[in-house]
């Protein structure tokens, strides 16, 4: 079985290791890594694929910095040569970017198989670019992983059953907890960055990079405001996305917490791991915060995974000040059940490639 995995953002490098790290224990598989050029930065993408281990080739397309359409549209005019050359059996694609759907376009409309990782999730919030890349992403694929069984009764609902609309929707489970579990050891290893003082490991982790919360500029000073507050009760730490540093950094908005670089996965993970609190509007860190058993506050109204909400673990609101605050206080008190296997059993890389490989192999109208 010939595997192309495209990729362009730093939560997909991720989740191409754990199926990298499946695959290798397979010698059938044979596997070749498209990178659109997406995130380009070192500290967005090089670090990822040197510090997980995926010595697997790559082409890199080298495509960022434009608006969605043009992006999407340069991507799969040089995304179809590169997989003409690949001649893969199946083309996978991951979550919810403009590589996403470039991807999962391009190889239907080379007659190629697409499998989508994480499928099956909609906010309905019509504004928000990624929620077409989702639904467009699941239309054209053949097989559609979920993360959880919302994710499946999601796209039951709306058809896809394999006969009303020919693709096959699977629970799988979440790689980002195969993730979680198999690079803990050496997450755990990981010191905490030199520049962050933090007494008896009481912070909290925030981060902020969606496009809905850093381009309202009065939002974003809220949001600031609002984190500058708790930070005088409790330490805050930000790994700052360039994008959201360069926007605060051209309106003046001038952070009171502790702001570092941004960080590769396994420090993150380390971050994580002894931090009190988590506050996000992150897709990916809203459930790695379930994993890791931290209470969060998730900065978006309608989130990626109100499963962790309904298990009273998270509270979502909006990037209002006073929102926030309210929020903070009520997480505090919350009643919370993290034992829960709503993502799973961490074992969803191998699921994927059983079925994966069942369905290439079988028989015409088997």
Excluded at 63 to 70: D, E, K, R
Excluded at 225 to 238: G, Y
Excluded at 245 to 263: C, S, T
Excluded at 307 to 333: D, K, P, W
Aim: with cysteine.
């Amino acid at each position: 079985m010939k595997l192309l995995y495209i990729v362009g953002n730093r939560p997909q490098f991720i989740k191409l290791a754990v199926l990298h790290a499946e695959a290798k224990k397979r010698p059938y598989i044979t596997e070749f890594v498209i990178h659109t050029g997406q995130h380009y930065s070192d500290e967005m993408s090089a670090v990822f694929f040197s510090e997980l281990g995926i010595g697997l080739p790559v082409t890199n397309l080298d495509i960022h910095s434009y608006s969605h359409a043009t992006m999407i549209g340069k991507m799969m005019k040089e995304l179809e040569p590169a997989i003409q050359s690949a001649s893969p059996d199946c083309v996978m694609v991951f979550g919810d970017t403009n590589t996403t759907l470039a991807g999962a376009l391009t190889a239907k409309k080379m007659g190629i198989p697409v499998a989508h990782v994480e499928a099956g999730i909609r906010t309905h919030e019509e504004d928000m670019p990624e929620e077409s890349n989702r639904y467009l992403t699941d239309r054209v694929s053949a097989f559609n992983y979920c993360c959880t069984e919302n994710n499946l009764r999601t796209l039951e609902k709306e058809g896809y059953d394999g006969v009303h609309i020919a693709s096959t929707p699977l629970f799988s489970g979440d790689v980002m907890l195969d993730a979680f579990q198999l690079y803990k050891p050496l997450s755990e290893s990981k010191a905490l960055p030199a520049d962050i003082h933090i007494i008896n490991n009481n912070y909290i982790l925030f981060t902020l990079h969606r496009r809905q919360n850093i381009e309202n500029i009065a939002l974003l000073k809220g949001i600031v405001e609002a984190m500058n507050s708790i930070h005088q009760e409790i330490p805050v730490v930000c790994p700052l996305h360039p994008n959201t540093a360069g926007v605060m950094k051209l309106h003046g908005i001038v952070p009171a917490f502790h702001v570092i670089a941004p960080l590769g996965y396994l420090h993150m993970q380390a971050m994580l791991s002894k931090c009190s609190y988590v506050v996000t509007d992150s897709g990916g860190l809203q459930r790695e915060a379930f994993f890791a058993r931290k209470p969060s506050v998730i900065l978006m109204e309608k989130p990626f995974w109100p499963e962790v909400i309904e298990h009273g673990c998270s509270v979502s609101c909006s990037g209002q000040q006073e929102a926030i605050l309210a929020a903070f206080r009520q997480l505090r008190t919350m009643k919370k059940d993290f034992n829960t296997g709503v993502f799973g059993n961490g074992k969803a890389a191998a699921t994927i490639l059983d079925h994966l490989d069942a369905q290439l192999n079988k028989s015409p109208g088997e």
